[in-house]
C-alpha cells in the first residue's frame, strides 16, 4: 500500500539571531514512511526533537533539507515546499495535528470548539454536534463543562478537549504530540481505543507518547529519533 | 501498480481544472511603494490574496504597515507600483487607472474598511439602522421595510439588540461602536474588508468577543481579509497568512503559525520573544 506519510532526507535547525547567532541542529536526514491504518511513534530521550520533527510534518516549523509527502488523493503534496494556501487546505482535508496546547479564542465553549472543527473539516453543523457530543462523553469530560470556555479548566480537562477536537474528523494523517500526557488511567484507556478506531478506518498516525503502557498498545512500529541526531 | 495508473486524463484533467480555478488571486499587488519626501513610506511590496484567505500585516509603528493599508484602499496614492483585483465579473482590473466613480462604488459595495476608530467608519450622529441601511442604499435598495429588515438582521448578527436601532452609535459603546461599523461594512457582501487594528481601542474583555465575532463571520462569509495589527496574538488568531514589515519593507512571510513558531529573520525573533506571555 501507498505510505500516507513519507519524509525523506528531513533536516533541520534553528538559528538564533538574538543569542548571536547560534545555530542550534534539530535533526538530520530523517527518512521514514507511515502507511495508512498504522501508528508510528517517535522515540528517543527527551530534546532528541521528536516534537520538532512533529511540527515539521504539519507545516509549523520550516524544514530546511528534504521532502515531507503527505498524500492527497491522487497527489502527493510536499509540506517542506508547498504553498501557504496549498498547505492550509491540506491541514483542511487531510493532515491534522493535536499539540500538547490547547490554543483557542478565549471565551468560546469547549463543545463549539469541538463543533467547529468538524465543520472546518467539512462535516455538516448537526453531524458534527452528535459526534463532538459522543467525543467529549467518550473522553469523559463532565457535560456540565460543555457550554463552559476551557480556559479555566484543568490540564487534563483541556487535554482532553483537544484530543476530541483532532479525532472528531477524518482526516488521512494524525500527529499526536502526548495527547495522553496529563490524563488518568481511564482516560489514557479512552484515547487508546481512540487511536485503535482511526487505525482501523485507515488513518496514519505519527505520534509521541511518553507513558510506556500507551506505546506499547498503540504502536505498530518505533522510529528512534536519536539515529537522525544532528551532528553540531 | 500505484494508484495512478488507474486514474484516466479526464480525471486529471478535472483535478487540475479545479486547481486553475482556485489560483486566481483576488488581489494582487506588484512593487508597490510610496515616499515621503525623503522617508519610506512602504517600498516595493508585492502579494497575492486569494478568495477566503485572512492576510494579517504585522510591525511596530513607522513599520509601513498603515501606509501599504492605505495604498490598498486607495486612500493614498503610491509612486510605483500595480494592484490588480479581480471583478466579479472575473476579470482582472487595474485599480490605480479606475475612474473616481467606479473605484468609489467598489468601495462602496464590493470592498469594506473596518477602522481602529469607529467614529471614522460611522456617522455617529444618525441612527444605527441608518448607518448600516445607507451602504445597502449606495447599491440601489430603496424599500424602507427590506432596509430596515436586513439592519435588523444585521445588528443581531453583530450582536446589538434590535431595540437599539434607533439610537445613534454616539450612545454606544466602544465594543458596540466596533460591532456597528463591522455591519456596516458586511452588511452589503464585500469580498474584500480590510482593517486597521480592529481590536485596538477595546479593553481585553471586549477584544476576545469582537475576535471570535470577527473570526466566525469571515468564515462563514468567505471573506479576504487584509488586517494590519501590531498584536501577534490577534494574527495568530484571525489570520492564516502573515507578512512582516520593518522599515517600509516586508521582511518576512509566510503561515502564521510557521512565521510566528520558527521566526526566520532577526526582526522577527525579536518581536516574537517581546511578546510578554501572562
Given at each position: ?5 513519507t ?12 543569542q ?25 530521550p ?17 524544514c ?26 491540506l491541514r ?16 468560546v ?6 463543533i ?21 462523553s ?49 482516560n ?28 506499547d ?16 | ?14 483535478a ?20 515621503y ?37 486607495a486612500h ?41 476608530d469607529?467614529?471614522r ?17 449606495a ?112 521582511i ?21 520573544s ?5
Amino acid at each position: 500500500m501507498e505510505p500516507a506519510l513519507t519524509l525523506t532526507g528531513v533536516g533541520k535547525s534553528f538559528t538564533m539571531h538574538l543569542q548571536g547567532g547560534t545555530r542550534i541542529p534539530v535533526v538530520e536526514n530523517v527518512t521514514f514512511s507511515v502507511a495508512p491504518g498504522e501508528c508510528v511513534v517517535l522515540g528517543g530521550p527527551s530534546g532528541v526533537g521528536k516534537s520538532s520533527l512533529l511540527k515539521i510534518v504539519y507545516g509549523n516549523y520550516r524544514c530546511d533539507h528534504g521532502a515531507v509527502l503527505v498524500r492527497d488523493g491522487a497527489v502527493a503534496v510536499d509540506v517542506a515546499t508547498a504553498l501557504p494556501r496549498r498547505l492550509l487546505r491540506l491541514r483542511k482535508t487531510r493532515l491534522a495535528y493535536v499539540s500538547q496546547f490547547l490554543r483557542v479564542i478565549p471565551r468560546v465553549a469547549a463543545i463549539d470548539l469541538v463543533i467547529q472543527a468538524a465543520v472546518d473539516f467539512g462535516v455538516d453543523r448537526d453531524e458534527a454536534a452528535g459526534r463532538a457530543r459522543a467525543l467529549l462523553s467518550r473522553l469523559n469530560v463532565p457535560e456540565r463543562l460543555w457550554t463552559l470556555a476551557p480556559s479555566t479548566f484543568s490540564g487534563g480537562e483541556q487535554q482532553r478537549v483537544n484530543i476530541a477536537r483532532g479525532f472528531v474528523a477524518d482526516h488521512d494523517v494524525l500527529l499526536l504530540d502526548e495527547p495522553t500526557a496529563s490524563l488518568d488511567a481511564v482516560n489514557r484507556a479512552a484515547v487508546v481505543e481512540l487511536v485503535d478506531a482511526k487505525k482501523r478506518r485507515g488513518t496514519a498516525i505519527l505520534g509521541i507518547f511518553h507513558d510506556e503502557d500507551v506505546r506499547d498498545r498503540v504502536a505498530d512500529r518505533i522510529v528512534d529519533v536519536t539515529r537522525f541526531a544532528a551532528a553540531a | 501498480m500505484s494508484a495512478e495508473a488507474f486514474l484516466t486524463a479526464e480525471d486529471l484533467l478535472t483535478a487540475e481544472g479545479l486547481l486553475a480555478a482556485d489560483d486566481l488571486p483576488l488581489l494582487r499587488v506588484e512593487g508597490l511603494t510610496r515616499y515621503y519626501g525623503h522617508r519610506v513610506g512602504c517600498e516595493d511590496v508585492s502579494f497575492d490574496l486569494y478568495a477566503g484567505e485572512v492576510l494579517a500585516v504585522v510591525g511596530e509603528s513607522g513599520s509601513g504597515k498603515s501606509t501599504l493599508l492605505s495604498l490598498l484602499a486607495a486612500h493614498l496614492a503610491p509612486d510605483a507600483g500595480q494592484i490588480s483585483y479581480r471583478m466579479r465579473d472575473g476579470v482582472l482590473r487595474d485599480i490605480l487607472s479606475l475612474g473616481e466613480a467606479e473605484r468609489r462604488f467598489l468601495m462602496r459595495t464590493d470592498w469594506g474598511f473596518v477602522h481602529q476608530d469607529p467614529s471614522r467608519g460611522l456617522r455617529m450622529g444618525v441612527s444605527a439602522g441608518a448607518n448600516v441601511g445607507e451602504r445597502l442604499m449606495a447599491v440601489g435598495q430603496r424599500h424602507y421595510g427590506q432596509i430596515r429588515g436586513t439592519a435588523l438582521d444585521w445588528l443581531g448578527r453583530v450582536e446589538i439588540d434590535g431595540d437599539r436601532i434607533d439610537d445613534a452609535p454616539r450612545a454606544f459603546s466602544g465594543g458596540m461602536r466596533q460591532r456597528l461599523q463591522i455591519a456596516r461594512n458586511l452588511v452589503t457582501h464585500p469580498r474584500l474588508v480590510f482593517m486597521d487594528e480592529p481590536t485596538g481601542g477595546l479593553d481585553v474583555s471586549v477584544q476576545a468577543r469582537l475576535l471570535d465575532l470577527l473570526r466566525g463571520l469571515v468564515a462563514d462569509l468567505g471573506l479576504s481579509v487584509i488586517i494590519v495589527t501590531h498584536d501577534l496574538a490577534v494574527a495568530r488568531l484571525l489570520s492564516h497568512r502573515l507578512m512582516v514589515m520593518r522599515q517600509g519593507r516586508v521582511i518576512e512571510t509566510g503561515l502564521t503559525d510557521q512565521v510566528l513558531d520558527d521566526p526566520r529573520e532577526p526582526y522577527t525573533q525579536l518581536l516574537v520573544s517581546s511578546v510578554l506571555q501572562v
